[in-house]
């Protein structure tokens, strides 16, 4: 065991026998200093590795400087051209609004003209729709007129043709022959039925006609 | 001393670095964006679209009777129907609806209620109209609607108003109460649809009350029952 503790002034002691009888001193003479170089050498070493790697990093640093630079002008433009197609497109959206609003009230116009001619249309219709009816009643009526008149004309033959038969039946009983009333008699009750549904079919037809006229 | 200058180096080039600042990422490549407030517009245009769909699905009946032209108003359900009032179509002999853009359109009497103031129509030709929704949930009072209608047969109007209550419709022949409302309802209106705000038909419009200011409607859920085809009668001839 060697204790080179350099500075302390106490001397090793070595021990001499096994009896243990005395302890012998011996003087030497002091040890050199080494020159211990190799910590400023790290540390110059290190200082050397530290100056580069700051000096990288600078390095870095700085190309990273220039490189948020540009991306900040970058930005910067963008941003400036996204304002002004912000307004551009504020703009356009204004416009849009304002033509939409124009559409709608033309639309709107064009609706009301719209509604207002099919309004024309549908009473048009009613009208029509009215007429042919009034025209069915008319040709209906008509027919039914001309049904009468032609039964009152029928009437008036028959009753020419049994006015006939009677100025014959007369001169006849005049001149002494017999005279048989009873044809006659079927006549005249033949000619005043048919006469009879001739009138009411002229009184109905009348009345009908009436009733169109109080529409 | 040798560990000291160590752990000051150390700490030196740790500070240095995180005074480090590390390089940009790639830049968005989405464009610029612009926030616009449409709200007014888009309210006028849904408010107008409400307004516009409403007349699109009312239409005009006319009913060619005996002796007598009946017009009211209606409106187109899916399936080619057409729902009206019992009492706008009495003694049909002839029936056909005019729409709002001016097209007219035959139709077949499908049936009349026996205990409501409804009637169905057929179209009898294949045509494209505009249809209307029905609201299956009931009215609430106070709660807006509005009547669309050809009052006396004239153009088309909307008339808005408020729901008042309902009022037992047994003092009025139908199976169930009926809607009051206080949009005016004059003749014509009769057989037009009641639309909520949405522009859902809520009711059939089928009488005034002149003295009240007020009017009347069916109910859709009366209609429902009825559309199933019961209840229904064919009309009376001449």
Known sequence: ?215 | MRVRGTVTAALAAIAFAAGCVAPPEDPPSAGPTIDVDLDRSARTVAATSVERRAQEVTVRIRSLGCDQLGLGSGFVLPGGLVVTNRHVLEQPVEVSINTWDGRSVPTEVDGVATDSDLAVLQLAEDVELPTAELRTDPVRTDEPVFAVGYPQGGPITVSAGRVVGLVDGSLLGEPADVIRIDAPIVQGNSGGPLLDADGLVVGVVFAAEPSRGTGLAVPVATLLQRLDGTQLRAPEGC
């Open chain 1, 1 to 215: 065991m060697d204790d080179a503790r350099p500075g302390t002034g106490v001397e090793p002691q070595e021990w001499t026998g096994a009896s243990g009888s005395a302890w012998a001193s011996r003087a030497r003479a002091p040890l050199p200093r080494p020159v211990r170089r190799w910590p400023w050498i790290v540390l110059a070493a290190l200082l050397a590795i530290a100056a580069i790697a700051a000096t990288l990093i600078a390095v870095d640093q700085y190309q990273v400087a220039a490189e948020w630079q540009t991306r900040a002008e970058v930005y910067e433009q963008q941003r400036d051209e996204a304002a002004d197609a912000g307004a551009v497109l504020a703009a356009q959206v204004d416009d849009l609004d304002a033509l939409l609003d124009t559409s709608e009230a033309d639309v709107g116009d064009l609706e009301e003209r719209l509604r207002v001619l099919a309004d024309q249309l549908a009473r048009a219709e009613d009208t029509a729709t009215t007429v042919s009816v009034e025209r069915d009643v008319i040709v209906e009526l008509t027919g039914r007129i001309a049904d009468a008149t032609e039964a009152l004309d029928s009437c008036i033959t028959r009753l020419f043709e049994l006015q006939t038969t009677s100025v014959a039946a007369f001169n006849r009983a005049a001149a002494g022959d017999s005279v048989d009333v009873e044809p006659l008699n079927a006549q005249a009750a033949q000619v005043t039925t048919f006469c009879n549904e001739a009138r009411s079919a002229a009184a109905s037809a009348g009345a009908a006609a009436d009733r169109l006229a109080e529409r």
